[in-house]
Each structure stands twice: as structure tokens, then as C-alpha cells.
């Protein structure tokens, strides 16, 4: 490359961010300021949003038939935004909370109404019509109640007859021109009954009444038998309403009769600094992890900081041009993201001082040190991404939010390590940064003997986690949890008080919560305002009489809170036993993946099998510090759980693929020169192991340090694992590999050491 290109080269990507860093900048302006237009959507519990409670008009509905509905509705919630709450509210009610919005009517007309869909006949079996024109009204109406249809046969199917439902374009036979509609294919028994009633209706003429929500979204005459099981709904005003009722089709009906009983918006959860001490905790532990990467590889650091600040507005815009809804998981998942790119960066740098260390020249260096880094870099980065997509695939709610947010991080840290970087090196080596001084030289260092300690470190790591099980066996003898579980996992009691003027969500936090903390020696207390009104909703454990009471008598004697105005109630969790199952199915299908991938990449099983459980490892022990500490479990307890599963199968990758590269060559393994590889490719990755979870760490201790109470809870544990994920890949998963290497499998080694 000529000096003019590379001098180019630097001008166009330093312009690219200082043009991206002010695209990002807006955003997060504006996002900051709660501004709708060019603003990041915003999760509950860093924005609020619309709740919406509906009163259950059956009377005595069964629990079943509440849990059913629940799910149905969490689904036509995911649509909308897949972070939702959807939870029972004492017996009758269930409330449904949609973030990122002000606007509780349009949040209601978009859910829709909990209507049921219906095929009817046009006339019954004595001849009556079922269903007839309203010219005033200009559509059709029924002549009877959709159970006397029901009762008299005239109902030909429901929406449980319908296997699938989608929404497409046909062409109009009159004009030729697209009209949406939805397709439908039905059941096998509901094709038969469909087939036999349109040949009925095409032999005397009559249509078929399609009958939706309470009214009739279209009535076709059948001109001939349709007995293939398919069909069509015509009649939508545009292709969103027809992918809308396609989607509710495919949810089914919902059991119970509902009707709006309140609906208001909401403050954020984690109170209004949540987001603005986020951002600047990311900002000030990005400055740090940039001057880390500089004092420790000179001019690399420079261009890998460069390329990190173009990952990070990469990263917001990309949030923002997706409309993905950010949370605190959402946070956890950018900050994965920003281990991951820096732990790229880290590896080839490696690489390149190793080249340089071995006589070859700078540019030779820097070329061989990206060929070599790349295996590690892909392996662990594609390992990552598969476990984001099956968590996207499989996950609902919290997790897919993270999911996605976790996908844009890896694709766009690939791109700034293998792109921006290398294009910024070899424009750095053009302009003249050529000495070997500014790319630095590996240090011979002697290997360490890991192996032979290698039951001393399983044997503290079973102390640690057996100190967790013995713990969660005395907490679940003495108080019935094993861990400390939040309202969002076993529900509690909501209270709701009109305090007579306004508090700011801080103000709560440091006013009220205090005083409700003291009653129910429980930190896991969430409290948020109502909008246009001074009400303050506070969520606590599931609260006793004598309890609410001591409530009732503090709110009304600090803080002058008319007790008339107080309303307790039993609400369920927000995070649905479904939702549950789904995170746990989709890690563990993930898990599967991620072994398949490691067994196919690394032509081994036993690669595979200690990766997975390293990561086992580090899960129990956050697991144990959650039980020990007492840390709340609640919905960043899943997002928490799901990062280190990230990092952990990444970290151990690295030390992997360097194993694989000393085994090539190695005519004939003994136990000796095993010991020997495994001992060599740990200490020649370990500077970088430490390196990448200092980086890592360095912003979530700064998060931690920042951030407000919920963020600490959450920050604490996360840092917890990622020290556990950066020891199990150094002192668990290579040994647990020697051992299999050693004893099992086709190659195993049977010399005995001496």
C-alpha cells in the first residue's frame, strides 16, 4: 500500500467516526430526553410504558383457562415488543405492560380485543337466516347470539379448526390489481367438515359468513366446494390488518371474555437516571478500556481503539435503525459485545508480536498474525452467534430482547477487529509506523506447570460450588426458597396509593422504598408512577394482613397518604412459568449446538465436552454467589445467566485452537509431550485471557460503581461470572481435555506419568 492510499485510508475512517460518533450521539440525546422521533425504543424498566389491566367477565373462571389466556396474550404482546409483562392480578384481572409507549388508546387498538374467530352458515337447518344486510350500517349482522349458532350447528368452524394463517397478496379477478388477504389451511378434520359445508352452500347458492371479533370481516358465496383444506379471507382494508388477523388466527381464541378495566402509563422501573447513569458508566469504561489497550500494545491499541468506537455507534445505530427494544439485558449484551471485540483485537495482537518475535518483518507480522488469529476468532464468535440464535428462535420475552441485541454485537465486533482494524493497521504500517517498537515483541516465557495441579483446581472449584448447593439447601429448609427469588419469578403483592403530589421515581428510591424495606426485609421492591395523577404503585413480596397494615400505617404517617386511597392485591409473576421453560430448553438446545459446532470444528469430542462443562462450571458458581449472597432473582437473573454462557464457550475457544495448532506436527503423542502442549498453549494464552476479562470487567465495575441499585444487583454477579468464566477456561476446561485426551476416546493416552 503507498503512503497517499494509506493517508486516505486514516482521513476516511477517522471521518467515518467522528460521522458516526454524532449519528449515535442524537440518538442517545434523544433517547435521553424521551423523545419519540430518532430515539432508541426503551424497555419498562428503563422508560415505562402502557399497562393495561382487563377485568375477566366470566364468573369463577378456572386457573387453567387464566393461565391459557395469559399465554395468548403474552404472544400478541411479543408482537408488539417482546419485552412485555403479562400477569394475574388478584382472582379476575390481568394486567399487560408494554414499554416505549405514551399512548394507552393506540396500545389498546393494536393488541386488539380478545375476539374469537367464527365460520358461519348463511341460513339453519329449518331455513332461517343466520345472518343478514344492514343497509344503515352498511354491513352484515347476526339475527341470533354466536352461542345459539353454536348450539344449533350453524357454527361450521372456529379458529381451532385452522392449522395456519398468513398474510399475502392475490390478485383481484375484476381489476387485476393486489388486494391483501389471509390464507388459511385448516385441520384434517376441519377440511372435512369445511368440504361438506361449502358443497352444501354452492348447491343452493348461499355464502358463508366470516365472522371476527364481533363483526364480519367478509361473507363470500360459495360458487363451488372447497375440499382441499385451504382457503381464503378476503375483505381486509390493508395488509397489516391482514397479517394482524392472521397472527391472532394462528394464537387461537381466547377462552375468557375480557373488558378493559384501566389503562394508564407508567414510569420506568429502574427509575429516570437508569439509562443516563448507563450511558455514561459505558462511555467512561469504554475511555478506560481504550487507555488500557493503548498503554498495553501502543500503536495496535490505537487502532483498536478506533475500531471499538466504531463498533460501539455501529451498535446504537443498528439498535436504533432495527427498532430493537433495549433493556438492562440489552446493556449486558453490547457489553459482551465490547469483550468480544477487544478479545479479537487482543489475539491477533498476540499473534503479531509472536510473528515479530520469531525474525519476521512488521508487515509480514501483521499479516501472519491475522491469518493465524482468524480460526480462534471465528470459532469463538460463530459459537456465540449460535447460541444467540437459537435463544432468539427458542426465547421469549427478556430473552429474545437479548438475543437480538447480542447477534448485532457479534457481527459488528467481527467487523471491526477483522476489517476496520487490519484496514487501519496496514494504513498505519503505509504512513510509516514501521518499527517494531510500536507493535511489540512476545515475551519468552516458560511454560507453566497447569496439568500438574489440576485436581487442586477441581477440587476448589467443588468447594465453591458445593458451598452454594449446602447453602440453597439451608435457605430452601429455613424460608421455603432456595434463592432469593423476585416478584418477577414468584409474584407478590402490588399496592397502590395516592401520595397527593407527584414524586420523581429517585425520589421514591430514596424516600419510600427505604420505609417498605424495613416492613419486608426484602430489596427487591419495585415501585413506579402513574402518569397525570399522583398514584404510586409499589410491587413487594407477597405480603401478610399484618404486613399491608404496618404499610397502610407508614405511608399514611410519613408521608400523609390518606389510607382510603390504599388498594392491595395478589399479582402473579411477570416472568411466566412458559417463559421460564423457553429460556431453560433454548440454553440447553444451545449448549447441544454449541457441542456439535466445537466437535465439528476441532474433529474431537473431548473438545467439545470440556467446553460445555466449563460452562456448566461457571453457571454454578454465579449460581452460588446468587444463593450465598442473596443476590435478587429476578429478570436480569436469565440475561445474567445467558452472557456468561457467552463469554465462557468464547474464552475456553482461544485456549482450544491454540492446542489444536501444537498438536499439528506431533508424530507421536505421549502423556509427556501432552503434558507438555497443554502446559505450552495455556501460558503462551493466559496474558490474553487476563487481558480480555480485564477489559471486560473494566465496564462492568464501572457500571457497578455508577449505576443505580437494580444495575448494581445485576452488575455484581455478571463481574462474579466473568472472573469464574476467565478461571475455568485456564484452570478447568484444558485439564478436564488432558484427562479425556488421557484416558478416553480413540487416541487416548495409556502411559502412566513418571
Keep these: 500500500m503507498k503512503k497517499s492510499k494509506g493517508v486516505v485510508i486514516l482521513v476516511v475512517i477517522l471521518a467515518c467516526l467522528v460521522g458516526l460518533g454524532y449519528y449515535a450521539s442524537t440518538i442517545l440525546s434523544a433517547t435521553e430526553n424521551g423523545k419519540d422521533k430518532n430515539s432508541i425504543k426503551l424497555g419498562l424498566d428503563l422508560s415505562g410504558g402502557v399497562s393495561i389491566t382487563y377485568q375477566i367477565d366470566d364468573k369463577n373462571p378456572s386457573q387453567e383457562d387464566i393461565d391459557d389466556t395469559i399465554s395468548k396474550l403474552e404472544e400478541r404482546a411479543q408482537n408488539y415488543s417482546t419485552e412485555y409483562s403479562v400477569y394475574q392480578v388478584g382472582d379476575d ?91 388459511f389451511s385448516l385441520t384434517d378434520d376441519g377440511a372435512k367438515i369445511f368440504a361438506d359445508a361449502t358443497t352444501e352452500a354452492a348447491a343452493s347458492g348461499d355464502s358463508i359468513g366470516i365472522y371476527y371479533d364481533d363483526h364480519f370481516v367478509s361473507v363470500p358465496t360459495v360458487k363451488s366446494a372447497i375440499t382441499d ?22 394464537i387461537g381464541a381466547i377462552n375468557l371474555k375480557l373488558s378493559e378495566l384501566e389503562s394508564s402509563v407508567v414510569g420506568a422501573s429502574l427509575g429516570s437516571q437508569a439509562l443516563a447513569t448507563s450511558v455514561k458508566a459505558g462511555v467512561i469504561g469504554l475511555a478506560l478500556v481504550m487507555l488500557f489497550m493503548i498503554v498495553m500494545y501502543s500503536i495496535s491499541g490505537v487502532a483498536a481503539s478506533i475500531a471499538l468506537g466504531i463498533y460501539i455507534t455501529l451498535t446504537i445505530a443498528f439498535i436504533y435503525l ?163 427469588y423476585s416478584l418477577e419469578f414468584v409474584g407478590g403483592t402490588s399496592t397502590t396509593a395516592d401520595f397527593g403530589k407527584e414524586y420523581t421515581i429517585d425520589e421514591i428510591e430514596s424516600e419510600i422504598v427505604p420505609e417498605i424495606e424495613k416492613i419486608t426485609g426484602d430489596s427487591a421492591i419495585q415501585a413506579t408512577t402513574v402518569d397525570e395523577s399522583t398514584n404510586i404503585v409499589i410491587k413487594t413480596r407477597t405480603l401478610d394482613l399484618d404486613e399491608r397494615q404496618e404499610m397502610e400505617q407508614v405511608l399514611a404517617d410519613k408521608f400523609n397518604v390518606d ?97 489444536r495448532e501444537n498438536l499439528r506436527g506431533t508424530n507421536k503423542l505421549t502423556q509427556e509431550n501432552l503434558t507438555e502442549i497443554a502446559n505450552k498453549s495455556l501460558t503462551q494464552t493466559m496474558a490474553r485471557s487476563i487481558n480480555t476479562s480485564i477489559t471486560t470487567l473494566i465496564t462492568v465495575i464501572v457500571l457497578y460503581i455508577l449505576g443505580v441499585a437494580s444495575i448494581r444487583e445485576f452488575a455484581l454477579p455478571l463481574m462474579i461470572g466473568l472472573i469464574s468464566g476467565a478461571y475455568s477456561s485456564i484452570f ?23
Design 93 to 183: 384481572r390481568i394486567t399487560v405492560e408494554i414499554p416505549g409507549v405514551t399512548d394507552a388508546n393506540a396500545v389498546l387498538e393494536d393488541l386488539g380485543s380478545p375476539g374469537s374467530l367464527y365460520i358461519i352458515k348463511e341460513h339453519d337447518a329449518d331455513g332461517n337466516a343466520n345472518y343478514s344486510y344492514d343497509s344503515s350500517s352498511k354491513s352484515f349482522k347476526l339475527n341470533y347470539d354466536v352461542q345459539d349458532l353454536i348450539d344449533n350447528g350453524s357454527v361450521i368452524l372456529t379458529g381451532t379448526d385452522i392449522e395456519s394463517a398468513e398474510a399475502v397478496y392475490q390478485s383481484d379477478s375484476a381489476t387485476g390489481s393486489k388486494e391483501p388477504v389471509v390464507s
Design 322 to 484: 432495527f427498532e430493537i427494544t433495549l433493556t438492562l439485558p440489552g446493556i449486558a449484551g453490547i457489553i459482551l459485545g465490547i469483550g468480544m471485540a477487544v478479545d479479537a483485537n487482543v489475539i491477533i495482537f498476540a499473534r503479531i508480536r509472536e510473528e515479530i518475535t520469531k525474525g519476521k518483518t512488521v508487515r509480514l507480522a501483521i499479516e501472519e498474525g491475522y491469518k493465524k488469529a482468524l480460526s480462534a476468532i471465528v470459532d469463538g464468535n460463530v459459537t456465540t452467534f449460535i447460541a444467540a440464535l437459537v435463544l432468539m428462535l427458542l426465547g421469549s420475552g427478556t430473552v429474545k430482547g437479548f438475543a437480538y441485541t447480542l447477534m448485532i454485537s457479534i457481527i459488528l465486533s467481527m467487523f471491526s477487529a477483522l476489517f476496520i482494524t487490519r484496514t487501519l493497521m496496514r494504513a498505519m504500517y503505509a504512513v510509516g509506523v514501521r518499527s517494531e517498537k510500536f507493535y511489540g515483541r512476545a515475551k519468552e516465557r516458560k511454560a507453566i506447570n497447569f496439568i500438574k495441579y489440576r485436581f487442586v483446581y477441581f477440587a476448589i472449584s467443588l468447594v465453591v460450588i458445593g458451598a452454594g448447593i449446602v447453602g440453597m439447601i439451608g435457605y430452601h429448609a429455613s424460608t421455603g426458597r432456595a434463592l432469593n
Design 563 to 659: 389510607k382510603t386511597t390504599i388498594t392491595s392485591q395478589s399479582i402473579s409473576s411477570t416472568i411466566s412459568g412458559e417463559m421460564k421453560r423457553d429460556a431453560v430448553s433454548a440454553v440447553i438446545v444451545a449448549c447441544i449446538f454449541m457441542l456439535l459446532y466445537i466437535w465439528f470444528r476441532f474433529k474431537d469430542i473431548r473438545f467439545a465436552s470440556s467446553a460445555i462443562i466449563a460452562l456448566v462450571h461457571d453457571v454454578l458458581v454465579v449460581l452460588t454467589a446468587y444463593a450465598l449472597i442473596r443476590i435478587s432473582v429476578g429478570g436480569t437473573f436469565i440475561a445474567c445467566m445467558l452472557t456468561i454462557v457467552g463469554y465462557s464457550v468464547n474464552d475456553t475457544i482461544v485456549i482450544f485452537d491454540r492446542i
Design 732 to 754: 478447568i476446561a484444558t485439564e478436564l481435555w488432558f484427562i479425556m485426551k488421557l484416558h478416553l476416546g480413540k487416541n487416548r493416552i495409556v502411559k502412566k506419568e513418571k
Design 229 to 250: 383444506g385451504a382457503g381464503v379471507i378476503e375483505g381486509m382494508g390493508s395488509y397489516d390488518e391482514a397479517k394482524e388477523l392472521a397472527t391472532f388466527i394462528r
